[in-house]
């Protein structure tokens, strides 16, 4: 794989399909970027990954041909530069709500000018083909990319300053946590008009300030509906739900019950 093969990709105007992982483990990760998914996300917000596994996790990935990216916790600007610094290709940071999130995003994810992000990058030096790292830190800033998630009413308020902060390279929209909060806890409804013209809003303010517009997908066919509308990063599903519709699957072929609900994950 050429180094930092997926940021060149989606900054040329390709679309992506990405995989994402929150069960914590290197090895279902990699299964699942074997698959043919070009990226693959490791959930570390919502999903069970500790640090050793992400760094498992992010080698496995990288190694199977993807990109790894990583999904941090909230306000998390340590786990944002390791991250990198353990060869993550992309970092999708959480409920960033205003400029100076994205700010504060940008500056632990990027190096100056743009930002802040402390160099020492030996895992993904060595992962991007054994590059020497004076080479590494010029070419960093461009071949790693900055997720801002967008996911709350103030947010969506604040979508411009958001799109055209320096280092914010693409934005990402939680259906979930934006139809909960646009409904102030009442309903969780991705297809509620409301929900509809947010993502269209975003979507839009992504393209105009040339930034490249991303989100979460429960399913492929809500993946391949969120292209047509325009965007070009999905994630695609789960780990989790990967398993359990193939183990639902298997028991409907069987004298048994499949017992699981379905839900976003
Ligand atoms: C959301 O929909 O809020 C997400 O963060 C997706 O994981
Ligand atoms: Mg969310």
Redesign the pocket.
């Known amino acids: 794989m050429a180094a930092f093969s997926l940021a060149r990709r989606l900054r040329a105007g390709e679309t992506v399909f990405s995989g994402w992982c929150m069960m914590g483990s290197p090895i279902v990760a990699e299964t699942i970027a074997r698959e043919g998914f070009p990226a693959v996300v490791l959930d570390a917000q919502h999903g069970l990954w500790d640090v050793s596994s992400l760094i498992a996790g992010i080698g496995g990935v990288h190694h199977a041909g993807a990109a790894p990216f990583v999904r941090v916790p909230l306000d998390d600007a340590a786990l944002t530069s390791r991250a990198l610094d353990f060869g993550a290709e992309g970092i999708i940071a959480?409920m960033i709500n205003n400029a100076d999130d994205a700010r504060r995003f940008a500056a632990a994810a990027k190096y100056p000018p743009l930002g802040e992000r402390s160099f020492g990058p030996p895992r993904a030096t060595m992962l991007q083909g054994q590059m020497p790292p004076t080479d590494y830190l010029p070419a960093a800033n461009d071949g790693t990319l900055t997720f801002a998630?967008i996911?709350t009413p103030e947010a969506l308020e604040n979508v411009d300053a958001i799109a055209g902060t320096p280092g914010i390279d693409a934005m990402f929209i939680?259906p979930?946590?934006l139809s909960t909060s646009l409904s102030a806890g009442k309903a969780q409804d991705i297809e509620a008009p409301a929900v509809n013209a947010a993502i269209d809003k975003i979507c839009a303010a992504a393209i105009k300030a040339g930034k490249i517009p991303g989100i979460y997908c429960r399913d492929a066919q809500r993946a391949l509906d969120m292209a047509k509308r325009g965007f070009r990063f999905m994630t695609v599903g789960s780990d989790f739900s990967a398993v359990r519709e193939g183990s639902a699957a298997a028991l409907k072929m069987l004298p048994m019950k499949a017992t699981g609900a379905r839900d976003a994950f």
């Open positions: 959480p998630m996911e939680g979930y946590d």
